[in-house]
């Protein structure tokens, strides 16, 4: 299949090579063009800008990847993309984006006839050779179409609009408070469905499939204890990090999906706050999670955003501003 591929960070474009050694093409577009040139050198046919992407795609219809922070930039990159595509092509936002914004961004483009999938990641810098944990929500029809690409990534079950972002977002959050937090992630998952949320946001998620989805290549896996293993193998005082942990902002959804569920998650909450008191005080455990944090996804100390990117503002279909409206 031929697809494009926005953002060519950690990820992306380890995504997008891997996706080219199994025979895929990808149009790639990243704002820096060292970035797109890399992937060049690799095979890619890089472009310097959205609209290049979507002319360079040719055929119908056209599936378009992005790889890009949650927040704003994802945002506007959605809403410019529905503007250039046509009816029966696809959007797939492969990051951390809040489900809730899936589900609003499906509604909208589906208005266009542009089909929205989202398709929480796991994997971080060795997805390119481990494979990728896919948790994917979406039209079926979508979805279909796109499994040459999800086979070459790793195998996923999908669900509705939001779903896969949802599943992940609890997948970091059990990342979060590892063993004990699998029982109350899980528990989240099985409210989803609950009469008291808005019709639109329940989800009737098959907790059989997502472990198995999660048990194949995942970070919350035993490689977490690999990763520590290793790290402390190198220096067992871990002196090469401060203990200062940085959240990215899905263990905050999780536990806000706990609250509007009525689910107990107090090993999920109690590790989120461990990492806030983690930027005042550090101790040899903050160490541990930085080491484990650099080992799986390259996150490196005083080189993230202090906070995650606040979430995208209500527009006025969405249930978070209909609610406030009431």
């Not at 950690?10 to 060292?34: D, E, I, P, Q, Y």
């Not at 696809?90 to 089909?115: C, H, P, Q, T």
Request: charged share 25%.
């Amino acid at each position: 299949m031929r697809i494009g591929m926005i953002g060519l960070g950690k990820m992306g474009g380890n995504m997008s090579r891997r996706l080219m050694k199994a025979g895929h093409s990808c149009v790639v577009f990243a704002r820096t063009a060292k970035s797109r040139d890399a992937l060049a050198k690799d095979g890619a046919t890089a472009v310097a800008s959205l609209a290049e992407v979507v002319t360079t795609l040719e055929g119908s219809p056209r599936a378009i990847w992005l790889m890009l922070p949650a927040g704003k930039v994802t945002e506007d990159t959605v809403e410019v993309l529905g503007g250039l595509l046509s009816a029966g092509d696809m959007i797939i936002d492969g990051g951390n984006s809040f489900y809730k914004d899936d589900i609003r961004r499906a509604k909208m483009l589906a208005e266009k006839g542009v089909r929205y999938v989202d398709c929480g990641t796991s994997g971080g810098v060795w997805g390119i050779d481990r494979g990728y944990c896919m948790m994917i929500g979406g039209p079926r029809d979508a979805v279909d179409h796109l499994d040459p690409i999800f086979a070459a990534l790793a195998p996923g079950i999908a669900g509705p609009s939001g779903a896969g972002h949802f599943v992940k977002m609890v997948h970091n959050g059990i990342e979060y408070g590892l063993m004990q937090a699998y029982a109350e992630g899980f528990d989240i998952l099985r409210n989803k469905n609950c009469e008291d949320l808005p019709e639109a946001e329940r989800f009737l998620l098959n907790m059989p499939d997502i472990a198995e989805v999660w048990r194949r290549g995942s970070v919350v896996s035993s490689w977490l204890l690999d990763l520590g293993a290793a790290a402390l193998a190198k220096d067992p005082e871990l002196a090469g990090y401060s203990g200062f942990v940085q959240d990215s902002g899905e263990g905050r959804w999780t536990v806000e999906a706990a609250l509007e569920e009525a689910v107990p998650a107090d090993v999920i909450s109690a590790a989120l706050y461990a990492r806030f008191r983690s930027r005042k005080d550090h101790t040899f455990a903050e160490k541990m999670l930085s080491a484990m944090r650099f080992g799986f996804g390259g996150h490196i100390e005083g080189q993230e955003p202090i906070d995650p990117e606040p979430k995208a503002a209500p527009q006025p279909d969405h249930p978070v501003a209909r609610t406030a409206a009431a």
